[in-house]
């Protein structure tokens, strides 16, 4: 399902900016993130202690929910997609309730819909929910990472600053490098410069080689020279 979408405001481009819209063409690379960390379901099943019937019976009721909402959906017109939408978030409530695996996978499953209804509120809502019932596991950084773009969305760069902090405290977290980098960004958007520093530097010192790396250098130069 859909993850993440970052937009930002198309103002007179500053060298903060440009950084911002790198990412907005990037964007689409979050979408499929989820695909990823589904491999590990049964991984988290054992952590949550998956050990019931019922449990089973609710992972597969999501399951339905989740193939019923997609199935077919390319030829599908705008009404037909959003009744679709809205069985879902119903038929869903009372799983999303619950504890446990269940409650996260749909929980999460809610914040997707949420999200592809551009509801960015309830997305990020739901997403912190799914973030809370999940604690210690796989999916906690990456809920906290959605929920800090559904604030941006919502231009509530604190908020988004604090959950972009939240995901990059797990070092296991494979988008953690993006996730330290939208932190010292979102920083500086606040105008917390030491803070952004800080960021950029946590994210160096990881001697991980990637773009997001690369940019916390560049970003790393400027500040630390003005």
């Known amino acids: 399902m859909a993850q993440t979408v970052l937009t930002l405001q198309k103002e ?3 060298t903060q900016e440009s950084l911002s819209d790198f990412i907005v063409l990037h964007r689409t690379v979050f979408l499929s993130v989820l695909a990823v960390f589904v491999v590990g379901l049964v991984a988290l099943c054992v952590a949550l202690g998956l050990s019931d019937r019922a449990t089973s019976r609710g992972i597969a009721a999501v399951d339905s929910i989740e193939y019923a909402l997609v199935r077919e959906s390319s030829g599908l017109s705008d009404d037909e997609l959003s009744t679709r939408r809205e069985t879902a978030l119903e038929s869903l409530a009372p ?3 619950k504890n446990g695996i269940v409650g996260v996978r749909a929980a999460m499953l809610s914040a997707d819909v949420h999200f592809q209804k551009q509801d960015f509120a309830a997305a990020r809502e739901s997403y912190l929910a799914a973030a809370q019932k999940g604690k210690k596991t796989y999916t906690e950084p990456l809920n906290y990472f959605n929920a800090a773009v559904c604030s941006e969305q919502l231009s509530d760069t604190a908020s988004a600053a604090t959950y972009y902090g939240q995901a990059a405290e797990s070092a296991d977290f494979l988008l953690r490098s993006r ?4 932190l010292g960004r979102t920083k500086e958007a ?5 803070g952004a520093i800080n960021a ?3 994210l160096v010192d990881l001697n991980i080689t990637d773009s997001w790396t690369n940019l916390a250098h560049s970003r790393l130069i400027v500040l ?3």
């Open 12 to 14: 007179k481009k500053t």
């Open 95 to 97: 799983y999303a309730a």
């Open 179 to 182: 996730a330290l980098f939208a």
């Open 190 to 194: 606040l105008s917390d410069l030491q």
């Open 200 to 202: 950029y530097r946590q």
């Open 224 to 226: 630390e020279t003005e």
